[in-house]
């Protein structure tokens, strides 16, 4: 039995690229995809050193100040005492999205070291940490607890399969969330139920694919829409791009509908 590669000629499923030009491709950047994921949840994998030098990984809840996870962790715990002797660390943060493939969803890396805030940085990391966790309210001021900020240095993002890049510290900390993502669920789901025409008309006339047999909205952000085409050729992934960027979830209705009636002609 010969042993393939996943990046071997063959393995992958045919991708249909676009015959015509996208009208408006913008999509959000790493960065601010990163700061999407670090905002959609407050629970992650830690990644701390042991004293043998060994990797640990354990299960943390954070709070963000700036985009910088701020961790309450206990010295009783192992991961505790292995911040407290060296601060390099990493989380991993999945996007809580369901899904029937885990590896479909968004999660990122965020890599750095920790350091214990103080004065007014302090009084704010543990504010942004409460805010987070509410219940971080009964241990925060114990005595064995400790409240770290994780400064990133590194950032990973993957959107699932095939999308993937990093981001600069300074790129990161200067992005933020997506405001439309994390509330797009029901408008995806309208869409792709009452409306298959209009997304079919979409990916003809504004995503590139003039010869799509059948359009499917997977995501909505601030910039535009996924769609999942299917053509004769084999099925993609294309954009729909607003005119302009959303600033709110209560926009989103409104410019679905504008490229809807951009798409038809009107």
Known sequence: MTTRDHGDPGDAPTIAPPLTDVAEPRRPSAAEEARTVAASTNTATLGSLSSDGGP???LVTYGLLGGDPVLCVSH???HGR???RD???????????ASSDPLANARITLAGTVRRPEGEQLAAAREAHLAAVPAAKYYIDYSDFTVWLLEVERVRWVGGY???DSASRTDYAAAQPDPVTPHAAGA???LNDDHAAALLDMARQLGGYPDATAARCERADRYGLDLRV????GWAVTRVGYREPLGAPAELRQATVALARLAAGR
């Open 56 to 58: 640990w990984a354990s």
């Open 76 to 78: 009783m715990a192992e």
């Open 82 to 84: 292995n911040l407290a």
């Open 87 to 97: 601060p390099r660390a990493s989380v991993s943060i999945v996007a809580p999205d």
């Open 162 to 164: 095939g999308r993937m």
């Open 188 to 190: 995806v789901r309208h």
């Open 230 to 233: 299917d053509t004769p050729r």
